[in-house]
């Protein structure tokens, strides 16, 4: 991907992979598909694009995690620990910057309920109400908002 856009400004891990199922259910494939998506591709888009920014001390990188990072949700153990493992790494990465001495390169962690997407949509993983999901439009919204305003936990 570096090689494709080169040097950006502003990084936002939001991919997302999950497999509801009791743990037992859950196939090896399926847990390690939900690591590979939901925490590893942090740790290899932020090093492609954070040397650029630390040069420059300017950037800001935004970890889309999940409530199920701060809070568990059943049938979802592989989801709820790589997004507790995507809060880990914001907050490693801040304290590093910051140790660093990379006070110009913000991060922000956003951590939305459900967006309203397919996984949220079907039957068999619908947790909420129609009403109280949030809308990806919303989320963007909230995205933007920690960008412009360097919020580092939403």
């Known amino acids: 991907i570096k090689k494709e856009v080169g040097d950006v400004t502003i990084v936002v891990n939001n991919a997302g ?18 690591f590979e998506v939901n925490i590893l591709g942090h740790f290899w888009i932020v090093k492609a694009f954070l040397p650029s920014m630390m040069k420059r001390n300017h950037g800001h990188i935004v ?13 979802l153990i592989p989801h709820c620990s ?3 493992a995507a809060v880990g790494f914001h907050q490693a990465l801040t304290s590093e910057l910051e140790t660093l001495g990379k006070s110009g390169v913000k991060t922000s962690c956003l ?4 967006v309203n997407t397919g996984f949220a949509k079907n039957p068999t993983t619908r947790f ?6 949030a809308a990806l439009n919303h989320v963007q919204n909230i995205q933007f908002e920690a960008v412009v305003g360097y919020k580092t936990k939403m």
């Open 63 to 75: 970890t889309v995690a999940s409530v199920c990072g701060h809070k568990v949700v059943p049938y």
């Open 82 to 84: 790589s997004k507790s």
């Open 17 to 34: 992979a999950v497999y509801p199922a009791d743990l037992l259910s859950t196939k090896d494939e399926e847990i390690t598909k939900t």
């Open 111 to 114: 951590c939305p309920v459900f």
């Open 128 to 133: 909420l109400p129609e009403r109280a999901l």
